[in-house]
């Protein structure tokens, strides 16, 4: 009987000659014909989500839950599943969905493909430090063919929160604190992952999370409420979401915290209001882990029924690992507490993805044994993430040119535990890569260079095997390596320091309070300082760091966060100059963590003082205020030059435009790339305005005593923001334009918004 029912609904499919390109008719009439044979029970369970059977990446239920959910499975409550991978497990449980349910709908496959399925490119945040838009789309393309391959449909990727606080530890996954960035980022994302056709195998259909401000959280500390009025959350927080959108994303992830005192996952504004509503958005949204059930905690919702209740009615399509669709809303819909239009209508969107990814054509298109032999790991995809690991790496101070080092003759001595670390580099969320499989920097200085080095750890960061579900047991005690490595570093040439933070030490549920190098580390620095000043410290971490002494006193620092699966080949490819460093950082380095939140489009308080010796203005008494790095910022192995800024006129209307432009000269020795970036401030507003936001830039690459010019047209839809009137709209009045290398540039010229 199944089976004939199963026949039956592919052969009506196959009558309306689907695929991404059939017009829209044909998929609503697909989708309406199955729905009307599908019963209530059987469209919650589209709704339904559940974690595999091997790995989790949240808290499970009790023991032994494995049964029912393969009875769910049979009985068709289940429309899709994370963290199953591998061709032969996707297989197994899709063969299930489509050849036992009465319908044989087939499921879809969704797994966190951050940074990469197996082979690893670099986090998120590193990647977005490379301002390489194509780079970053490519990368995104890359994991999409490898979790493609490896029978995955969907990834719960980008993370598209904007934040401003390095004590949360996510701000690893994205595209650090600035808009404008981070909404040129998560297109690129997007389209990296789904590509052109998503009914070809090779593409998974994205998600953009956590919707909304859960990169907002108080304090920093992971899941805590977030509290920013409307202007922030429509002019900071929504754009990457409205470009991921823009972009084709197909599906959302609500979020964990509660906004303005709502939880995200029941909030009807977000979801129904703006997503749906005013956006048009018409794929699904997907929970958060447990974000269902966890209103209750929140004080929101009174039980399970309750939560389940909230959860439809504002929203969220889909439960991830609450249970509570499959067991609360049959009851809610025969009390009339739920509406079963919302159902159908949850259950339309969901169907309509596995529409567009072609399952219902061929649930086991993803399931190719031989294409997840051949695609996974291969040395096509190393090689991109390597070229993306060069790319993400930040050079923060270079005294003396002390980098690139001469490729042959030198005594090296390399410290640190990260320096021979093959796990940390994978970072957080690494996909299914292999543990201890990244090339470490040890094995990159000996693989491009001729160099003599002695390797000596100086200090074991973290003890025993480390996990996405485990706090990293750090060493707080332990010094007894310092000496053998002061003795090391005494008679090099140049000491490279390997510091930082383990892999699993950012990501979620790793807020921090302190910002410094972890464990012992910092001493070590400062001892073997004390021996050879000398050195280049290298720096690994999934956020920004505390680096005030070591600006103060290593003469040079590379930024390198958690590179990947070919960190040290990287890392070595830039100390030994094949390769001149071009990242800039997309977050401010706070001079310590007492700063933090800390951005660079900030808004000018009425005593802003920051010069001034006087007391009453807005200042702190032990530091400046400003970041001692800033978003931006980033140096190269030879200079850059820039030129003044010309406007082509000092007065524009909302209708035409006015042209900046600038000259830049690479006025050193090495072939070197740019980021060229423009801010605008808008000088006074129906709000109070930012002292500057990005509104472009441009990556180039020049030879030495090569000059380029770059021009940014500006029009009004570099001037709009949602203003007091709630619109999207430019306002008249005095604008200023900077051109520069990073968010501190002063230099600037302004001109005039007329009607
Ligand atoms: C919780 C995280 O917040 C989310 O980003 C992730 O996609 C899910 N767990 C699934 O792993």
Redesign the pocket.
Known sequence: MKSTILKLILSVFIAFNFSCDSNHSDKEVFIDDLLSKMTLDEKIGQMNQYNGFWDA??PLPNAGYEKNRYDDLRNGMVGSM??VIGVENVYALQKIAVEETRLGIPLIFGF?VIHGYKTISPIPLGESASWDIKAIEKSARVAAEEAAAAGLNWT?AP?VDIYRDARWGRVMEGAGEDTYLGSVIAAARVKGFQGSDLSDFSTIAA?A??FAAYGFPEAGRDYNTADINKYTLYNNVFPPFKAALDAGVKTF?N??NTLNEIPATGSKFLQREILKGKWGFDGFVVS??GSIGEMIPHGYAEDGNHAAELAINAGSDMD?ESSLYVTELQSLVKEGKVEEILIDDAARRILGVKYDLGLFENPFKYCDKEREKNVIGSKENQLAALDMAKKSIVLLKNNNQLLPLKKKGQKITLIGHLANDNNSPLGNWRGAADSNTAVTVLEGLEAYGENSITYSKGVDLYYGETNFHSRVNLNHTDKTGFKEAKIAAKFADVVVMVLGEEGFQSG?GRSRTELGLPGLQQELLEEIYKVNKNIVLVLMNGRPLNLTWADKNIPTILETWHLGSQSGNAIAEVIYGNYNPSGKLTMSFPRNVGQSPIYYNYKKTGRPGASSAEVTTSTYADVENSPLYPFGYGLSYTNFDYSELKLSGDKMNRKNMISASINITNSGDFKGKEVVQMYIRDHSGSLARPVKELKGFELIELNPGETKEVVFQIDNSSLTYFTVNDKWESEIGKFSVYIGSNSDVQKNKSFNLTN
Request: aromatic share 18%; glycine share 6%.
């Open positions: 990446t949240g994370l963290n966190d719960f993370m998600c999370k956590h992830m979020s964990f958060d882990w991830m979620e």
